[in-house]
């Protein structure tokens, strides 16, 4: 990470209680404010769209949280979906169970918005990036095997690319930081686009790279 430069400008808030989320922006040397984030999440509507979806739910956090002090705060949403039907988090064990069965052998999509709200000019605008994901063809005992030896419950479709081997995940196509909840091409461009730092010395894409490496490292 060391031939990576960032001049940061504006310290923002960050809306968030994901550790992983936490952990790669500090891995990026930047400055924020780790605000309390609101428990509530809006649940999907009717006929409305993952990517939609997402968007709202990122947005929401984004606005809802106890910042008083920062200009922007940042916020994200992961969803897992198969086709058009949204997995959130599993409220237990039970429901983890019934999510990883149902994405067993099989393709879906995960989907991570970034909002950032202004508060001077009361504004919120979002980015969103898709990932496929092919899951392992595993058995109930290895599904009920993997619940009880992984913390599953904070985590959108049950599971996470993170745990490496033990992992659910055959194989991936797209960004692994999406998948893990924050892509970070994404996150230096808005932070850009709002001058909350300047143009990096490296692309995006490298970025993405470098961030992977170094905590694949770790």
């Avoid at 599993?90 to 508060?119: G, Q």
């Avoid at 659910?168 to 994404?186: A, E, M, Q, S």
């Amino acid at each position: 990470m060391n031939n990576i430069h960032i001049n940061q400008n504006i310290i923002f808030g960050l809306a968030s209680k994901s550790l992983r989320r936490i952990e790669i922006i500090k891995s990026l040397g930047l400055s924020f404010n780790l605000l309390d984030a609101t428990d509530e999440e809006p649940i999907p509507l009717i006929n409305e769209s993952p990517i939609a979806y997402s968007i709202r739910a990122s947005e929401f956090k984004a606005i809802n949280n106890n910042n008083i002090i920062n200009e922007f705060v940042i916020a994200a949403d992961t969803i897992v979906c198969q086709e058009n039907k949204i997995f959130g988090k599993p409220y237990d064990n039970e429901e983890a169970s019934k999510i990883l069965l149902e994405l067993n052998n099989k393709n879906h999509s995960v989907i991570t918005t970034i909002s950032i709200f202004s508060r001077k000019n009361k504004s919120v605008s979002s980015m969103t990036k898709i990932s496929d994901v092919k899951f392992e063809n595993w058995n109930k005992s290895q599904i009920i095997n993997y619940i009880n030896n992984n913390n599953v419950l904070d985590k959108a479709g049950a599971y996470a690319i993170q745990d490496e081997k033990h992992s659910p995940v055959k194989k991936f196509i797209g960004c692994k930081l999406n998948i893990i909840g924050l892509p970070v091409c994404n996150l230096i461009e808005i932070l850009t686009e709002n001058k909350i730092i300047n143009e990096l010395n490296t692309s995006k894409e490298d970025m993405c790279v470098l961030v992977k490496s170094w905590q694949e490292r770790e």
